[in-house]
């Protein structure tokens, strides 16, 4: 009975519930950060908001675009007969704020003194110029503005898209080592169990043969209950890490994935753990130079200060020039000679403004909005050298402690060997053997939780430096 009750608890520890049918080959880091990276929530959001800035940059060219306009009369009825047809295109430049513009008009009939500007040659009229700005509008308006503020958005939404595809594939090592310490837990508790049980057979023939007494099977069968709770709590543990890595790990549609345990990787699939490097090797203002945050806010900065820009512009005096060549065609219309030949004209407005509180307002909230940007800039590069620092001695701190646990694992497994060898050879009791058997047990438990740690502090460093290709990140996103 108790060996029916052991084997169904193993058989949920083997047989896990997953939500498809199970790959064959063992889980990898690489699998999963692929996974996460193309179908988590979070970053297919980001990516969106990205698509969306670049809408907006499209939209912002539209400021500059060709326009084409066409006005024209007939008069039905009254003294005069004037017809009038005339069309304009008009094309916004961007240096000096300039707007070129071509013009044709054809007219006929008679038209009174006040619509004298309606005359054409029976060939029509074809004007040509330029309007440019001299002073307000000549390095800014709010056409290039527009362009400018889109370009920068879009910057940001890219480099948001860099901090959360960071902070995803770092939380997806993160689970995925956690998954694989729990496993490693069960198979460690699994196996504790199984000498157990198997000693139990032994045990029933040395007792029925006199040669121990029946208190070694109460014993026993003691051990095999407490390793049993060892191994429900373990099996626990390890389907919260399953589903917990679940989250980061999707299929082709999206889906969460929860890895059975027949996908945990063996030791030697786990990889070679790169050098630790020394404080003194950290170039850390090249690592701020690549904190998407830290560059998110100084391209915020430079938002800024283009609406500084625009605003002090506003407080200029307006001067647009007009240059403008006008040509007749065909024979002289009813206007007389007057419309015939080429015309050179140069115009000019002026204009300017006075109190002037809307742009003194705007240049205000802008430089505010400037310096706090500054501020949390250098509150988050003193955080972020700060971590730099902290995460490094987790990282140092953590492989040290590993190293240690490795020993203990080497040591503990030794003397269980040898007090095993002692309970055969009839030196030692049951009670040194099972102590043996849990300390080593224990002991390689820890081993693998500081490995996990190690992954953690590994996968924590690699997200503060940035370092794409070990996050799985397409450095061309």
């Known amino acids: 009975m108790l060996r029916a009750i052991v084997f169904i608890g193993l058989l949920g520890a083997s047989s896990l519930r997953a939500d498809v ?3 064959q080959m063992p889980l990898l880091p690489e699998e999963v950060l692929a996974a996460s990276e193309e179908h988590f929530p979070s970053i297919l959001k980001a990516l969106a908001q990205r698509q969306a800035a670049v809408g907006r940059v499209t939209e912002s060219l539209g400021a500059f675009d060709l326009v ?10 009254g003294f005069y007969d004037g017809t009038a047809v005339g069309g304009k295109v008009i094309k916004p430049l961007r240096p000096l704020g300039a707007k070129l513009y071509g013009e044709y008009s054809l007219s ?20 040509l110029g330029v309007l440019f700005s001299v002073f307000r509008d000549r390095d800014i308006d709010a056409r290039r503005f527009g362009q400018i503020d889109a370009e920068l958005a879009l910057q940001q939404a890219e480099l948001d898209v860099l901090l959360t595809k960071v902070g995803v594939q770092q939380r997806a090592l993160a689970a995925y080592w956690r998954w694989v310490a729990a496993g490693q837990e069960l198979a460690v508790y699994d196996n504790l169990l199984r000498i157990a049980l198997e000693r139990e057979t032994g045990l029933e023939r040395e007792v029925s043969s006199g040669r121990r007494a029946a208190i070694f099977i109460t014993e026993n069968r ?31 549609t999206g889906e969460p994935l929860t890895p059975d345990v027949q996908r945990l990787p063996a030791e030697t699939q786990f990889g070679v753990l790169p050098p630790v490097p020394t404080e003194a ?14 560059r998110i806010l100084q391209t915020g900065a430079e938002r800024a200060l283009q609406k500084i820009a625009l605003s002090e512009n506003e ?11 006008a040509e007749g065609f065909g024979s002289i219309g009813e206007g007389g000679a007057s419309r015939d030949g080429t015309d050179a004209i140069v115009g000019f407005t002026f204009t300017v403004p006075l109190e002037r509180r809307q742009a003194k307002g705007k240049i205000t909230q802008a430089r505010a909005e400037l310096e706090s940007l500054r501020q949390e800039q250098r509150r988050l590069e003193d955080q972020v050298e700060i971590e730099l ?14 190293e240690l646990a490795k020993q203990d694992v080497e040591l503990s497994e030794t003397m269980r060997q040898a007090e095993v060898r002692r309970f055969e050879q009839g030196a030692s009791d049951f009670f040194l053997v099972n102590i043996r058997e849990e300390t080593a047990a224990d002991a390689r438990v820890r081993f693998y939780n500081a490995y996990q740690r190690t992954r953690v502090a590994q996968a924590n460093f690699d997200a503060a430096t940035v370092n794409l290709s070990r996050l799985g990140i397409d450095e061309a996103f």
Do not use: C, H
């Not at 209950?225 to 099996?235: E, G, H, S, V, Y």
């Not at 407080?315 to 060549?325: C, G, H, Q």
């Open 21 to 23: 049918p199970l790959a």
């Open 281 to 294: 090797s950290l170039n850390v203002p090249a690592l701020l130079e690549q904190r998407p945050e830290l």
């Open 315 to 325: 407080l200029k005096p307006r001067l647009d020039l007009n240059l403008e060549i």
């Open 108 to 127: 006929n009939g008679d038209f009174p003194i006040y619509e004298d500007q309606y005359f054409t040659n029976n060939g029509g009229t074809a004007k």
């Open 222 to 252: 003691q051990n095999i209950t407490r390793r049993q709770t060892l191994m429900t709590a373990a099996r626990r543990d390890f389907e919260v890490a399953a589903n917990q890595l679940a989250f980061y790990l999707r299929d082709e």
């Open 68 to 77: 084409f306009g066409a006005d024209g009369f007939d008069r039905v009825d």
């Open 389 to 402: 620092r902290n995460i490094l001695l987790e990282l140092d701190t953590a492989r040290e402690l590993m």
